[in-house]
């Protein structure tokens, strides 16, 4: 017999919702993430990398505007015109890219198991991907691994073929985990609001 907690927990893993959030993704070396996940094991984070901090200063001060801008939309607004300036400047003394420049607004599909979303390119099933996410509206940051499970041609769009990509999260934090079981929840919350505002 299945035991109750832990078909809760399956349940709230599977929970997907269809949303808009800022996202990048890029293949990794199988070697990369063997010592990836080797240090995983031994207790150390994959946020320990080299150059995560900067995003997640970056993601830090949006979520905390975000909160801000909920509480005072004047102040908020102030801030946001701060903080675009304050990386306007940065970007022209450093002149180097960050992941974060990187992140654009993608059409995910998430739960707290995995990802799909809308590639440009072929993606071989069983490729390692490493996957930058900035939940919307909140900026909630989760950095993951994945497994791609399958990767669809879908219909060309103005002569292009894009691909449907699903992926299965092979390296995850728990706090990153139940980040994407809240929010999906949220969001569902939300659109069931929505939905019985209008009816």
């Known amino acids: ?6 078909d809760v927990y399956e349940r709230r893993q599977a929970v997907r919702v269809m ?14 993430f063997a010592a990836l996940f080797k240090d995983f094991e031994a207790g150390v984070p994959p946020y320990s990398q080299e150059g995560l901090s ?5 993601i830090g001060a ?21 903080d675009a300036k304050v990386n306007l400047i940065l970007k022209n003394v450093t002149s180097s890219k960050n992941f974060f420049d990187k992140l ?10 995995g990802i ?12 390692i991907l490493e996957f930058h996410i900035a939940l919307l509206p909140t900026y909630t940051y989760v950095y993951c ?18 691909y449907r990509v699903a992926a299965e ?21 939300l659109a069931l609001r929505n939905r019985r505002g209008r009816g």
């Open 1 to 6: 017999m299945l035991d109750n907690n832990s």
């Open 19 to 32: 949303g808009r959030n800022l996202f990048y993704f890029q293949p990794v070396s199988r070697e990369k």
């Open 54 to 58: 900067e995003i997640e200063t970056f």
């Open 62 to 82: 949006q979520s905390a505007l975000a909160r801000i801008r909920a509480r005072d939309a004047d102040l908020g607004d102030f801030l946001a015109h701060l």
């Open 104 to 113: 654009t607004l993608h059409d995910l599909n998430l739960s707290g198991r």
């Open 116 to 127: 799909s979303f809308i590639s440009d390119y072929k993606i071989e099933p069983g490729e």
């Open 145 to 162: 691994f994945g497994k791609v499970v399958s990767c669809k041609a879908q219909p060309e769009n103005e002569g292009k073929t894009s």
């Open 169 to 189: 999260f092979v390296l995850i934090m728990e706090d990153d985990q139940e980040k994407l079981i809240r929010h999906n929840f949220k969001q569902q919350s």
